[in-house]
């Protein structure tokens, strides 16, 4: 069974970076797209930046643009979702996701079929 295991969320303070990192259980997997979304509680799950595998091709949320960069490696299929200048309302559950089976807008959750377990960002004032 191919996961999708996540590292990198933690406490940071405002202004602070972090740097999240996504990889495939399975060396043989492959994607279209790879992307990161969060859910801050009682909120609903935004976009937030997503990588075509083929094309390189980056797209952002607006609520993120210039503050986080999105990057992939071929080993594991590997995404990384570098963070700076964090603000509180960065806090959120942040989920990477993978679009294996191609077709659907990578700006909405439902373009994705494999998501990761989540990993917590915590901004502290």
């Known amino acids: 069974q191919v996961q999708l295991v996540e590292s990198g969320g933690g406490l940071v303070q405002a202004g602070g970076s972090l740097r999240l990192s996504c990889a495939a259980s399975d060396d043989t997997f492959s994607s279209y797209a790879m992307g990161w979304f969060r859910q801050a509680p009682g909120k609903e799950r935004e976009f937030v930046s997503v990588i075509g595998w083929s094309s390189g091709l980056t797209y952002y949320g607006d609520s993120v643009k210039g503050r986080f960069t999105i990057s992939k490696a071929n080993a594991k299929n590997s995404v990384h979702l570098q963070m700076d200048y964090l603000k509180p309302e960065d806090t959120a559950v942040y989920y990477c996701?993978?679009?294996?089976?191609?077709?659907?807008?990578?700006?909405?959750?439902?373009?994705?079929?494999?998501w990761g377990q989540g990993t917590q960002v915590t901004v502290t004032s």
């Open positions: 996701a993978a679009d294996t089976l191609g077709g659907n807008s990578w700006f909405l959750t439902a373009g994705y079929d494999f």
